[in-house]
């Protein structure tokens, strides 16, 4: 069975930090890419930031500088670093992989059930 379990989240005031992490079950993790998506009310799912198999990253334009994302294939997890949180970074965030789960050779996408992130003062 494949799970995706995300944590960290939570409420924050703006300027602040918070670190997010997901950890896998189930998935060949150090053949994945990962990635973070958010979703705000009343708005599509949007990319956070991305990292490869190979710890190729990419981050949407609005998180550029301030948010990080790294990954740790002992522990089969990846972390998102936030930093300089706004009242915009405001949403659910997801933890996305798309990799092979164990038994299997063909790639599949699955999902976390989210963490609600909050800026506000």
């Known amino acids: 069975q494949v799970q995706l379990v995300e944590s960290g989240g939570g409420l924050v005031q703006p300027g602040g930090s918070l670190r997010l992490s997901c950890a896998t079950a189930?998935?060949?993790?150090?053949?994945?890419?990962m990635g973070w998506y958010r979703q705000a009310p009343g708005k599509s799912r949007e990319l956070v930031a991305s990292?490869?198999?190979?710890?190729?990253?990419n981050y949407a334009e609005v998180v550029q500088g301030r948010f990080v994302i790294s990954r740790d294939n002992m522990r089969r997890t990846v972390y998102l670093q936030m930093n300089d949180l706004r009242p915009e970074d405001t949403a659910v965030y997801f933890c996305?992989?798309?990799?092979?789960?164990?038994?299997?050779?063909?790639?599949?996408?699955?999902w976390g059930q989210g963490t609600q992130v909050t800026v506000s003062s």
């Open positions: 996305n992989a798309k990799g092979p789960r164990y038994g299997r050779s063909s790639n599949s996408q699955f």
């Open positions: 990292i490869t198999s190979g710890e190729t990253t």
């Open positions: 189930g998935i060949i993790f150090s053949r994945s890419d």
